[in-house]
């Protein structure tokens, strides 16, 4: 989908945004993105939903970087509820 970079940078702002809103700093971002969104995959995956949702997710999963995995996740839903509109 074209659109789906746009979608997955502008989760990322969101994410970012929501931590800029409790934090004075970014300096704890990165370990606090990656935790939140770890834990949300374990609870998708206990659902039965495949987190692998591209090959990108799979590779950063690989690399436990939870919070770009879940980032495609969530591109992923988005399209979809786009395109079935």
């Keep these: 989908n074209r659109l789906s970079t746009m979608v997955h940078e502008l989760i990322h702002w969101k994410d970012a945004d929501e931590y800029r809103k409790r934090h ?8 606090w993105i ?27 999963y690989q690399n436990k970087q939870y919070d770009e995995v879940y980032t495609e996740v969530r591109t992923k ?7 079935s509109s």
């Design 24 to 31: 004075p700093d970014m300096a704890g971002y990165a370990d």
């Design 34 to 60: 990656n935790i939140r969104c770890w834990k949300k995959l374990v609870a998708l995956e206990k659902r039965g939903y495949n987190i692998e949702v591209s090959q990108y997710a799979s590779d950063t």
């Design 77 to 83: 839903q988005l399209l979809e509820r786009r395109d």
